[in-house]
């Protein structure tokens, strides 16, 4: 084999890869097939400088990173969020008009005696009123449990 034979060869190769690369590469970063068309034709057409051009003007991130974030970004919103109020003996999430809850049974809040809304059992007065809340009963359901 001849120096220009194995020249020839090496350039064929490198270029080969490097339309293999910016099609691959282009798949995991380009949403729109467009664009890994136009992408992989540089590379072919255009041996060395379209694969250039490419990596210049590529997406930063790949699709599947651009959704981790997506995904870690909603996570940390639920979690920063107003935190819902939850049972204190099961952790079940509640809503504030509840008196007891609906999976353990456990009493979380009675009707006041002076005006008439609800107050949590934890509290000494009510809010709304100001008139002592009344002594705490257990529930009978939770001595069951």
Do not use: N
């Not at 798949?27 to 467009?34: L, T, Y």
């Not at 952790?91 to 006041?112: I, Q």
């Amino acid at each position: 084999m001849s120096m220009e034979a194995a020249g020839v060869a090496f350039f064929a190769s490198v270029w080969a890869a490097s339309v293999v690369w910016t099609i691959r590469d282009a798949g995991r970063r380009c949403d729109d097939p467009s664009l890994r068309f136009a992408s992989a034709a540089a590379a072919v057409l255009l041996p060395f400088l379209g694969a250039g051009v490419y990596a210049l003007a590529r997406p930063c991130e790949e699709r599947l990173e651009v959704k981790a974030r997506r995904l870690r970004m909603q996570m940390l919103e639920r979690a920063l969020a107003e935190p819902a109020e939850r049972c204190p003996e099961c952790a079940t999430p509640l809503a504030p008009e509840f008196r007891c809850c609906a999976v353990c049974g456990e009493h979380l809040r009675t009707e006041c005696d002076g005006c008439g809304g609800l107050v949590r059992t934890t509290w000494t007065a009510c809010p709304w009123c100001a008139k002592p809340a009344a002594v705490r009963q257990e529930s009978p359901l939770s001595e069951v449990a």
